[in-house]
């Protein structure tokens, strides 16, 4: 009997998420025709290009129409197919967009009836069981959201995200934390490029455009940007409330989590997941978290990688609305600056004006993340199963003359044993925001005692490593660290 009431409601749930795909495939039909509709009335009244029926537009003025973009097309080159009514979302939306503004009386936008068509899907059938939640917390998160773009010298750089971080109620006056990539001029050579041997370009003469909630935009200024941990503080002037976000710092591997960022609509994308620990490969900072994707079970074509950048500098939410990640790198995979890190960033620039950090030479990977085969295999050869093995050493750092090499294992910093690339980064982070710490200067010098396995002596030492602190990126140099 209960078999068959358990079964009885899966065909109900199967049949209600049916006719909802149902609805939405309708409602997408019917939009398209509409579409269809507006650009057969915008060809009638504007005499710039002409549309052929089921063929295609031609514009026989293309500087009329687009200004300078064409302004040396001639007459007829320029031509978009339309494939057919059924998939006419095929039609660049782009130009539909300015069709639209150019030929069709413009309507009154009220929010409370407009059905866009939202960046990304937030009711899946797959968070049906945190829906209620979830919506509750990316909600209250959203409110601190903001979208940004850059600028340099006229030309656009950058549509990414940020959110605030401080304000000043008496000056109108706030900080938005952000992502760098606003102003990265150029990236390293190669999209796999190894961030530890060629840094990326920034320029701090690039200009920012703020874009508010209430759909008005303001200026931006920039007040500091950090390469290593590419990272960016915006000060931004408003007359209008503003909601601070809250914070957690303990974020938990495969605990559920959403991204959060603004298109360039300032439209919310909200992307849900799993925060994951995994070792950094070789060409990444080894300070970052990953944010895993789930699959989004839906019937759209919304989610486009490309659009992904648009959340690079936005939030990463627990379900309780606490940022817990700024995000760095938006992919499937994509990865987040952990909020233990970003708030003792904070802490450094308020205190110090600059970030710094200090260098070991050395680049790392976890015992405690790699496959369980692997660190079985470790634990027979040494009796070690947990420390940072050493995966490079600056040729001629502090490190290499004491005599650390690739492959061996250091078990503890200052008698503190580090599981993590993480814990690592949180450690080396409290300790240049130390305040009774006297040997905070710029360019100075921190002095560590580390506990090293050598492995191809197996023999355990306890050295003294001395660490440059510089508000630079490392930089490896033909596989070697340079500090």
């Known amino acids: 009997m209960e078999a068959n009431k358990s079964k009885l409601r899966r065909d109900e749930e199967e ?14 039909k019917e939009k398209m025709m509409r579409e269809k509709i507006n650009l057969e009335k915008a060809a009638g009244k504007d005499s710039s290009f002409v549309l052929l029926p089921g063929a295609n537009l031609y514009f026989t003025d293309p500087k009329a129409f687009f200004g300078e973009i064409y302004k040396d097309e001639k ?25 639209h503004d150019r030929c069709i009386a ?76 606003l102003i990265r001029t150029t990236d390293p050579p190669d999209s796999s490029a190894d961030v530890w041997i060629e840094e990326a370009h920034y320029d701090s003469k690039t200009n920012f455009t703020v874009h508010l909630l209430d759909g008005t935009t303001t200026e931006g200024q920039l007040l500091y940007y950090q ?18 976000p809250s914070f957690s710092e303990g974020v938990k591997f ?52 490309d659009d992904n950048e ?19 790198i938006s992919s499937t995979l994509g990865s987040f600056i952990p909020s233990s890190i970003l708030l003792k960033c904070w802490a450094s620039w308020k205190s ?13 990977e976890a015992i405690k993340l790699l496959e369980p085969a692997y660190v079985d295999n470790i634990w027979c050869a040494y009796n070690i199963d947990d420390g940072l093995i050493v995966q490079e050493v600056s040729k ?23 599981s993590t690339t993480v814990e690592l980064e949180n450690m080396l982070m409290s300790i240049s925001n130390d305040p009774l710490d006297s040997q905070k200067c710029l360019n100075n010098e921190v002095h560590f005692s580390v506990v090293v396995f050598h492995t191809l002596r197996k023999q355990r030492m306890t050295s003294l490593l001395t660490a440059n602190v510089s508000e630079c990126g490392e930089v490896i140099v033909k596989g070697h660290l340079v500090s």
């Open 15 to 28: 049949d209600a998420w049916r006719r909802r795909l149902g609805t939405m495939r309708e409602r997408r």
């Open 75 to 99: 007459p007829g080159l320029i031509s978009f197919p339309i494939l057919s009514v059924n998939s006419f979302d095929f039609f660049p939306r782009w130009l539909l967009t300015v069709l």
């Open 106 to 181: 413009p309507k009154v936008e009220i929010p409370t009836l407009d059905r866009f068509e939202t960046p990304t899907i937030f009711h899946t059938r797959q968070l049906l069981p945190i829906r209620e939640p979830g919506s509750k917390a990316v909600l209250s998160a959203a409110k601190s959201l903001l979208g940004i773009s850059s600028s340099l010298r006229g030309e656009p750089l950058k549509r990414c995200s940020g959110f605030w971080i401080d304000f000043d109620e008496g000056s109108k006056t706030g900080t938005v934390l952000t992502t760098a990539h």
């Open 227 to 244: 390469p290593h941990y590419d990272l960016a503080f915006l000060r931004i002037k408003v007359d209008q409330p503003v909601q601070l």
């Open 254 to 305: 495969s605990q559920k989590v959403f991204r959060l960022g603004r298109d360039n609509s300032s439209k919310l994308r909200i992307t849900y997941g799993l925060a994951a620990y995994f070792n950094p490969d070789m060409y990444e900072r080894y300070h970052n978290m990953y944010f895993d994707c789930a699959d989004h079970d839906n019937d759209s074509d919304e989610d486009d990688d």
């Open 310 to 328: 648009y959340d690079d500098g936005g939030i990463v939410i627990d379900l309780d609305g606490a940022v817990v990640g700024m995000v760095n």
């Open 352 to 364: 110090q004006g600059r970030i710094l950090r200090p260098h070991l030479g050395m680049m790392f």
């Open 396 to 418: 001629g750092s502090y490190a290499e003359r004491i005599g650390i090499e690739r492959g061996d294992i250091i078990e503890s910093f200052n008698g503190r044993c580090i």
